[in-house]
């Protein structure tokens, strides 16, 4: 016939000139800070060394555990589990991580788990609850809520990575106080700060720590900050007075400068292997793809990618595909794999965000139909050459595969594999 092809008894009319172009794997230049090593070591001597003169014997600290994929995060735990048990203190975990893993204890534990947090491996007991205490209301009225376990120790200590956000721009972003109000929040403190939008986010998520730093329990945190490799080079404990203000607003503008980018103005299309929730809160990183499809957010105005492919979602996802409808195109096995439970409860706590973020995307029945069908729909006649990226995912950007006539433009330092 010419004009269709067949795939899993399914006729898709692609022009018979169309075709998937060759792509060039390509290492992208970068000169990162030197890596810690030892992160666990690292994060037991911030520990010691900024809350040695506070922090007394048989004092009870809960830390927060997250659900992203930050590198070294058992590590991480595992030392400032340690440094506190130098201190004489009794650490345990909880996780904090909003309404993630089905919005139970036992999901979140689970994903815990499935990063490799286990009492064994932190020393120290996890304890999970979805029961939270009423802390107050910020000025437009949003309630803040607290981990009723972490609310019964003496302190609470956030231990997350800080880094750009993926629904809002503010002076705080992702990091410790926003791991503060919507992490020990759980699923009604992540539900209220985002069904206020993301206009007024940054602003109740710093009032929101206000009224936490105000009960007196934040001890402080424990930041990491990653490089585009993923590498942790920097590591850091803020006192409870630094959470939220100047010195978390400075390691955010830190953060920002190491985030890896696509170094491309135009795409037609992009192939995203696996998107999930250790890759970004919305499983495709906004702040990379150029996308945020958010109602008082703009998009990046580099790149601008005419269609996203998405491949597979995390297998530590637990098949929660918020972030699905920022693809266009997508597969019938993504699709099948999806836990609409899980993705629906991300969806509602993640209120307007994620009402445009969770629709579907056509599925193909084959990887290549997918990309055929956004090279055949990304606006360039089927005899034009079109300008493809294919990444593994946007967390890790330091490789990755282009049509030969993006070749031209990639920036000086880039080195071609194959």
């Not at 433009?409 to 071609?416: D, K, M, N, Y």
Request: aromatic share 6%; charged share 20%; hydrophobic share 45%.
């Amino acid at each position: 016939m010419g004009f269709e092809t067949i795939h899993a008894g399914v006729h898709l009319p692609f022009p018979a000139e169309l075709s998937i172009p060759p792509l060039v794997t390509v290492e992208l230049p970068g000169s990162e800070p030197p890596p810690i090593t030892d992160i666990a070591g690292a994060a037991r001597d911030a520990v010691i060394a900024r809350f040695g003169s506070v922090v007394k014997p048989g004092r009870t600290v809960a830390l927060g555990a997250g659900s992203r994929g930050l590198t070294g995060r058992v590590d991480m735990l595992a030392g400032a589990v340690a440094g506190f048990r130098a201190l004489g203190a009794e650490p345990f975990v909880v996780p904090a991580m909003g309404s993630h893993g089905g919005a139970t204890s036992e999901g979140q534990v689970e994903v815990l788990h499935s990063y490799g947090i286990t009492s064994s491996a932190i020393g120290c007991d996890i304890r999970a609850t979805m029961e939270v205490e009423f802390v107050g209301r910020t000025s437009c009225g949003m309630p803040v809520y607290h981990d009723k376990e972490a609310a019964a120790a003496d302190w609470f200590v956030p231990v997350n990575r800080i880094k750009p956000h993926t629904c809002f721009e503010g002076p705080i972003e992702s990091g410790l106080a926003k791991m503060a109000v919507v992490g020990f929040g759980k699923q009604a403190g992540a539900q209220a700060l985002h069904s206020y939008g993301s206009a007024r986010m940054g602003v109740n998520l710093i009032e929101g720590f206000a009224l936490l730093r105000a009960t007196g329990r934040v001890l402080g945190g424990v930041s990491t900050i990653e490089a585009a490799s993923g590498s942790v080079v920097r590591i850091e404990a803020l006192t409870a007075e630094e959470i939220g203000g100047d010195h978390e607003m400075g390691l955010l503008q830190y953060a920002e400068g190491l985030l890896p980018q696509l170094p491309f103005d135009e795409i037609d299309v992009l192939v995203v292997e696996k998107i999930g929730k250790d890759i970004s809160g919305v499983g495709i990183d906004p702040n990379v793809s150029g996308r945020f499809w958010v109602n008082g957010v703009a998009d990046r105005e580099r790149p601008r990618v005419t269609n996203i492919v998405v491949l597979g979602i995390t297998d530590v996802s637990h098949g929660n595909a918020l972030g699905i409808g920022l693809a266009d195109f997508t597969t019938v096995a993504v699709v099948e794999s999806i836990d609409w439970r899980n993705t629906w409860i991300n969806c509602f706590t993640a209120g307007p965000a994620g009402v445009r973020r969770a629709k579907m995307p056509m599925a193909l029945p084959t990887e290549r139909d997918a990309i055929m069908a956004a090279i055949a729909m990304c606006g360039r006649g089927a005899t034009e050459s079109v300008r493809m990226v294919r990444i593994e995912s946007t967390l890790h950007l330091t490789s990755m595969q282009v049509s030969e006539n993006l070749l031209a433009e990639l920036p000086v330092g880039a080195r071609i594999v194959r």
